[in-house]
C-alpha cells in the first residue's frame, strides 16, 4: 500500500502530569509499553485492510498506523460506518491498554485521544503535520467524571438503582413479538443515566465485569415474570461469560445468551467448550453486530449461534437497491444455512422491514416495531427489584 486513506490514531494527553506524578523516564518507558501493546492491538483491528506498520508520532506519547479501507467487494461496506466501528474499537482497546500499563488509579482517568481519521483527498505530504492539527482540534475522549461517580457506580453494582428496559423482538412478518433485549441504564437525572455514561464510567474505573453482571443478573431475574412464551435476550463480553459461576446462575430455557464482541477466529475454539456448557444448561447463543466483514462468516461457523444479528449498516441499506436487497439474502441463506435463525436490528421503517421479510429474515427489532420501555411496563414488579434477585438467584 503505497497511499493510505485513513490514520488510525491513539495519543495519551495530559503529559505534564504524568511527568510530575511518576518522572519523566518512568512514563517514557510506560509509553514504551503501551506503544508495543498498542501496535500488537492495531495490526488485529486493521488486519482485514491494507495497513502500514505502526509508528510514533513527532508528538510525545502519539501513535499512528496508516491503513488504505477495503470492503471485501461488498456494496452493503459504508468505509463511515466502518471508521466509526474502528474508532470505538481502539478507544475501547486503548483504555485497557492504559489501564494495564499505569494501573486502574491512574489509568481509569488518563485523558486521550483515539479516531481512525479520513486523510483528503490531497494526501499531506507532512502527516505528522496535518495529525498535529487534527488531534489538537478535536475533543478528548474522556468523560468528565464527577468525584461521585465511582461512590454511585459501586452502589449500582451492589445494590439497587440500575434501570432494566425490555425493546420487543418480532417474528417475520407476523410482528408477533417473540421476545425481548435487555438493556441497562443508571438511575433517572443520574450523571450515569444514559447507557454510554453508565458503561463509560464502568470502563474507566475497571468495573465493565462486575458492571455486566450486575446488569444482567437484574434483568435475568425478570425472565420468568415474561408474558408466557417470550425469551429474554442478555447483552454479555467474553470475560463476563466466562466468569465463575456466570453460566451456571444465568443459562436456562428462555434466555438468550447475546455476544457482544467479535471473537478473534484464533481464539474460537478456545470457547467452544463454554458455548457447549450455555447450551447444555438451556440457553441460546446470539452473535452481534454480523455480516459487516470480520470475518463474520467463519466465526459462524466455528461459533454456530443460534441467532445472528444483522449489524445496522445492512439494516439501513435493506431498501436502497436491488443490489443492496440480492446480497443481504444471500447473507441470510448463508447464516441460515449454518443454522441461525437472523434478526434483523434496527428496523426503523416499513420499507426495511418489507425488505428484509424479501430477503428472508424471520427475527426483528427496532423503532419500527417498538421502542425500549421500562421492565414495569412489560413484567409485574410489585415485589422491589433487590426481592426479585434474591428469589431468583437463592
Not at 506519547?61 to 463511515?80: E, Q
Not at 474502528?86 to 482497546?93: E, Y
Not at 431475574?221 to 463476563?240: H, I, K, V, Y
Request: include cysteine; hydrophobic fraction near 50%.
Amino acid at each position: 500500500m503505497d497511499t493510505p486513506t485513513h490514520l488510525l490514531v491513539f495519543q495519551v494527553q495530559d503529559l505534564d502530569r504524568l511527568n510530575n506524578l511518576f518522572g519523566a523516564a518512568a512514563v517514557k518507558a510506560a509509553l514504551a509499553d503501551a506503544g508495543s501493546a498498542m501496535d500488537t492491538q492495531a495490526a488485529r483491528l486493521l488486519g482485514r485492510h491494507h495497513a502500514l506498520p505502526l509508528r510514533p508520532s513527532a508528538q510525545p506519547g502519539c501513535w499512528w498506523r496508516g491503513f488504505a479501507m477495503i470492503g471485501d467487494g461488498s456494496a452493503l461496506i459504508d468505509t463511515v460506518e466502518q471508521a466509526e466501528a474502528i474508532t470505538a474499537a481502539i478507544r475501547a482497546t486503548g483504555h485497557k491498554i492504559l489501564l494495564e500499563v499505569f494501573g486502574g488509579a491512574t489509568g481509569g482517568r488518563m485523558a486521550f485521544f483515539a479516531a481512525a481519521l479520513a486523510l483528503p483527498a490531497s494526501v499531506p505530504t507532512d502527516l505528522d503535520d496535518w495529525l498535529r492539527h487534527e488531534v489538537g482540534s478535536a475533543a478528548t475522549h474522556r468523560a468528565d467524571l464527577a468525584p461521585d461517580q465511582h461512590t454511585i457506580l459501586r452502589t449500582l453494582i451492589t445494590g439497587e438503582g440500575l434501570r432494566t428496559l425490555l425493546q420487543p423482538i418480532v417474528a417475520l412478518p407476523s410482528g408477533h413479538v417473540v421476545g425481548y433485549e435487555a438493556l441497562s441504564r443508571g438511575p433517572l437525572g443520574s450523571p450515569l443515566e444514559t447507557a454510554d455514561a453508565l458503561f463509560g464510567a464502568g470502563e474507566r474505573f475497571n468495573l465493565t465485569l462486575e458492571l455486566e453482571l450486575a446488569c444482567a443478573r437484574q434483568a435475568a431475574a425478570l425472565a420468568p415474570r415474561l408474558p408466557e412464551g417470550r425469551w429474554l435476550t442478555l447483552n454479555l463480553g467474553l470475560d463476563s461469560l466466562a466468569a465463575p459461576g456466570v453460566l451456571e446462575s444465568l443459562a436456562r430455557p428462555g434466555i438468550v445468551l447475546e455476544i457482544t464482541e467479535h471473537l478473534p477466529l484464533d481464539q474460537a475454539e478456545d470457547f467452544a467448550a463454554l458455548f457447549g456448557r450455555a447450551r447444555a444448561l438451556g440457553a441460546r447463543l446470539a452473535l452481534d453486530d454480523t455480516g459487516c466483514g470480520f470475518a463474520d462468516a467463519e466465526a459462524v461457523r466455528i461459533i454456530r449461534p443460534d441467532i445472528v444479528k444483522l449489524c445496522i449498516t445492512i439494516i439501513r441499506n435493506a431498501n436502497r437497491s436491488p443490489a443492496h436487497l440480492a446480497e443481504i439474502a444471500n447473507s441470510v441463506a448463508e447464516f441460515q444455512a449454518m443454522g441461525a435463525e437472523v434478526l434483523a436490528e434496527g428496523v426503523e421503517t416499513a420499507e426495511q422491514s418489507a425488505a428484509l421479510i424479501e430477503a428472508g429474515a424471520t427475527l426483528a427489532q427496532g423503532w419500527h416495531f417498538g421502542r425500549p420501555v421500562p421492565a414495569e411496563k412489560i413484567v409485574d414488579l410489585r415485589q422491589t427489584v433487590r426481592e426479585i434477585i434474591e428469589a431468583a438467584f437463592d
